[in-house]
């Protein structure tokens, strides 16, 4: 039987009963809206040097130490009343994101520090063929471009289990796609208290360190994959202005933090449908430079966030307003 391409359903539940403990999602509850997924093994291949007869190779041994998974998810926002967060902020919760709630008011994500944070079960259904994987920790990155539908880039890595491939008849997912699609603009950016920058497009990644941790008790010999550290990064290039609205060259010499905030939006700016991206203690990386977009000139701008000694978590931050009552 042919498979086809585009016919996959991406299921994803945190795992409340602890690490690796399967969620169980359900097409019903827990299909994300995502691109066609990629899956592989996180594998090597083990070659035996023993004495023989000849020059051929012997047979080896394949041993999987773990499962990858991407996929896109595009930004949506909520709308219902009862406090729900955008279900994207389930995915991003795995990546090392602690999510709180201010009722009918907004939904947040802060990073947090714990190698032992939350993580995913993630079922990939392709077709009649399903892929079951658990324990999976990731990192993420999104280029915000103008006039574009804002797209989150996933990587997961999970536990291994040499069962994980099995023929499922393909469910049918009920899918969460009524919020607006989110275009980036009315951006309202604001870099240093800056809020005139004529810019095009924003790129942030969290930079997410994942480790695999070997476990020789575990099945697979990998006890668990962690986020063991983090370094994000957010770039963007402005059109140039005098210096006295903005002077580049200063805060690279002093090494000045200062703040860069912006959002993003449906057409109708519904509360539910409005995101906003913060980034504190931010410095410019490298030396500012010019660039040029139809002949105008621009700064080619690398910055890094960075969170404060005593929290060490507030370097960023995400936030969606959720629908009132009123």
């Known amino acids: 039987m042919t498979l086809l391409f585009q016919k996959s359903i991406v299921l994803a539940k945190i795992e409340g009963g602890g690490y690796g403990v399967d969620a169980s999602p359900t097409p019903q509850d827990d299909a994300f809206v995502t691109s066609v997924p990629i899956v592989s093994v996180n594998g090597e291949h083990r070659e035996r040097n023993i004495a023989r007869g ?57 990073p947090n520090s714990n190698h032992d944070g939350e993580s995913l079960t993630l079922i990939l259904n392709f077709d009649g ?10 990192d993420w990155d ?15 890595d999970g536990l291994y289990a040499g069962d994980h491939a099995s023929t499922v008849a393909f469910p049918s997912g009920t899918f969460d796609d009524t919020p607006d699609k989110i275009i980036f603009r009315s951006a309202a950016l604001s870099l ?22 070997p476990g020789s008790n575990a099945a697979s010999g990998t006890h668990a994959y962690s986020i063991v550290a983090r370094s994000p990064e957010l770039s963007l290039e ?88 009123s």
């Not at 063929?129 to 990731?138: L, M």
């Not at 621009?298 to 307003?321: E, M, Q, R, Y």
Request: some cysteine; hydrophobic content about 40%; overall charge negative.
């Open 54 to 110: 000849g020059f051929g190779m012997p047979v080896g041994i394949n041993v999987g130490q773990g499962m990858h998974v991407e996929f896109s998810h595009e930004l949506m926002g909520t709308v219902g009343l009862e406090d729900a967060p955008p279900k994207i902020f389930t995915l991003l919760r795995a990546c090392n994101l602690t999510q709180a709630i201010t009722s009918l008011v907004e939904a947040t994500l802060t």
């Open 129 to 138: 063929t399903q892929h079951k994987i658990i324990g999976c920790r990731g």
């Open 142 to 156: 999104v280029t915000f471009e103008n006039n574009n539908i804002v797209t989150f880039n996933f990587k997961f």
């Open 192 to 213: 240093n208290s800056v809020t005139s920058l004529i810019f095009e497009n924003i790129a942030f990644k969290p930079g997410n360190n994942i480790f695999r941790r």
């Open 238 to 325: 402005p059109e140039a202005v005098a210096l006295a609205t903005l002077n580049a060259w200063d805060l690279y010499d002093k090494s000045t933090s200062f703040i860069v905030s912006f959002g993003c939006k449906n057409l109708l700016d519904t509360p539910g449908q409005q995101f906003t991206f913060y980034f504190y203690n931010c410095q410019i990386k490298d030396s500012p430079g010019y660039g040029q977009r139809e002949s105008i000139r621009t700064w080619p701008l690398t910055i890094i966030p960075h969170a404060s000694i005593a929290n060490g978590n507030d370097d960023f931050k995400i936030v969606c307003s959720l629908p009132t009552e």
